[in-house]
């Protein structure tokens, strides 16, 4: 029953996410789906992923609460109360398919595989990836200087 | 209870918003939607077979899904400091403007 209300909760708090008018409002929405997400992880016995899903979302969410308040026009108008029932009903209505529905899965013999055998097995994924975000990181600055470079002359 | 259905809807949601949405900001909660959609599904099916492997692709997910966050909201705010507005469609009149004046 709870992983019904939880997966309800985090469709509903995705909806209001996307299509709320304030982008303040939206954020502490999208704080609501990382926090139904970290439960529902922590409630199907993956601690490890709802503690880091937690921990990034506050941080994301930090990073996107200041964004929020320096990008967003202050003249948009209020969200109203039809639309909010509106979202909120779409949301449940959304969520139904996910508790009434099933796709079959095919019963193979699974390997348990540990967290820490995990982490050490996929170590090599790991630096691979470290090195893909420092390329991204250092094309985002390259791209940065060359429009100032570009817009200095 | 289906967990596969639930991270494809909120596949679905993320996609929608990406296609609809006209603010820079919205678009980029958008792609952070799907990519918790992703991690969901991962996660998910991973623990109903009793492995840890899910656990740590989420890690992994998330180091290089937090890197990408840092550049785009970095790109988003030098492009909101830049036109003065954070609307797609206000942008690229803006920029449609100014290639036209260069023309001139």
């Known amino acids: 029953m709870i992983l019904e209300i939880l997966s309800i909760g985090l469709i509903i708090s995705a909806c209001l996410a996307l299509f709320l008018d304030e982008v303040v409002y939206s954020v502490a929405a999208l704080s609501g789906t990382f926090l139904f997400t970290a439960l529902l992880y922590f409630e199907n016995g993956a601690p490890y992923a709802a ?59 699974y390997y348990s595989t540990t967290f820490g055998n995990a982490l050490w097995n996929l170590s090599g994924v790991d630096v691979i990836l470290q090195a893909l975000v420092l390329l991204t990181v250092a094309l985002g600055i390259a791209i940065i200087l060359y429009e100032r470079k570009s817009g200095g002359k | 209870m289906d967990f596969v259905i639930l991270s494809l809807v909120m596949l679905a949601i993320g996609i929608y918003g990406l296609l609809t ?22 996660v998910m099916l991973a623990s109903s077979t009793g492995q840890g492997l899910g656990q740590a692709f989420l890690i992994l997910a998330f180091s290089t899904d937090t890197a990408v966050s840092a550049v ?25 403007k100014k290639d036209s004046e260069a023309e001139q």
């Open chain 2, 21 to 42: 949405n006209r603010q820079l900001l919205k678009v980029f909660i958008s792609i952070e939607l799907i990519a918790t959609a992703a991690t969901l599904n991962f």
């Open chain 1, 51 to 109: 503690i880091f899903q937690f921990v990034v979302g506050v941080g994301t969410l930090a990073i996107l609460f200041l964004s929020g308040e320096m990008l967003s026009d202050k003249t948009t108008k209020k969200t109203s109360h039809t639309k909010l029932s509106a979202l909120i009903g779409a949301g449940a209505v959304l969520s139904l398919p996910a508790i009434f529905l099933s796709v079959s899965s095919s019963t193979g013999t």
């Open chain 2, 72 to 96: 785009v909201l970095a790109l988003l705010v030098i492009v909101t400091k830049k036109y003065g507005t954070s609307n797609i469609n206000e942008i690229l009149k803006i920029q449609e």
